[in-house]
């Protein structure tokens, strides 16, 4: 019995977790977006350690705000 008590306060950990996360998400995204628009729009060496992480930060925004779908024809 001692197993099912352990998956279930592993359980109400995640949850908890992922609450957090989620409330926190807005604030996230507010951040990495400021630093996306704020970051010198210059032609980074490729190796730069910046240039990865703002391309890092533009492709996670992306994902919280894919493009909208293509207007339906008719």
Do not use: C, T, W
């Not at 996360?21 to 032609?43: F, G, Q, S, T």
């Not at 703002?54 to 779908?69: D, F, Q, S, T, Y």
Request: net charge negative; proline share 14%; glycine share 2%.
């Amino acid at each position: 019995m001692m197993g099912n008590s352990v998956k279930h306060q592993d359980a109400i950990q995640n949850a908890a977790a992922n609450a957090r996360l989620i409330a926190a998400a807005p604030d996230l995204y507010e951040a990495l977006n400021a630093l996306v628009l704020n970051a010198p729009d210059i032609d980074y060496h490729p190796l730069s350690i910046f240039a990865h992480l703002v391309e890092n930060a533009r492709a996670a925004l992306a994902k919280a705000n894919p493009p909208p779908p293509p207007p339906s024809p008719g």
